[in-house]
């Protein structure tokens, strides 16, 4: 279909412009120092803290996750793949949003190393899936 064959190449052009590395890499730096900022001013640095960060990675992973299913309607198993592994972006970035509320209620700062090792391995996932299925 002819719709399709478009996003398909419009979907290739914009993987072209995307990172080389994993962005998640960066985040996960700077997320340690990040959160105990957060943590400390509590509920006033939450919201924008999450809306600017976990909200829009989860929101963004989750819609590219859709259209590449949708791209994907013959059963393309790359692109399924990347759709899978941007699920789990999305839903590991939730995670974090709701454990970032619990350490803002109570005022600590628990590890979070786990989902932040699961999202940069989900992001390689569908970073490396997205490559053999658009040729870039």
Request: net charge positive; charged share 20%.
């Amino acid at each position: 279909d002819r719709l399709r064959r478009v996003a398909f190449r419009q979907s290739a052009l914009h993987f072209a412009r995307g990172p080389a590395d994993n962005p998640v890499n960066r985040f996960a730096r700077t997320f340690d120092a990040q959160l105990a900022r957060v943590v400390a001013e509590g509920e006033p640095g939450y919201h924008p803290y999450v809306f600017a960060g976990l909200r829009q990675m989860g929101a963004a992973a989750e819609y590219a996750a859709l259209h590449l299913r949708w791209l994907a309607d013959a059963g393309e198993a790359p692109l399924l793949r990347a759709a899978d592994a941007l699920g789990e972006v999305s839903a590991t970035a939730r995670v974090l949003l709701l454990k970032t509320a619990r350490m803002v209620a109570r005022g600590g700062v628990s590890d979070v190393s786990g989902q932040l090792a699961q999202l940069r391995d989900a992001w390689q996932r569908a970073h490396d899936a997205l490559q053999q299925a658009l040729g870039a």
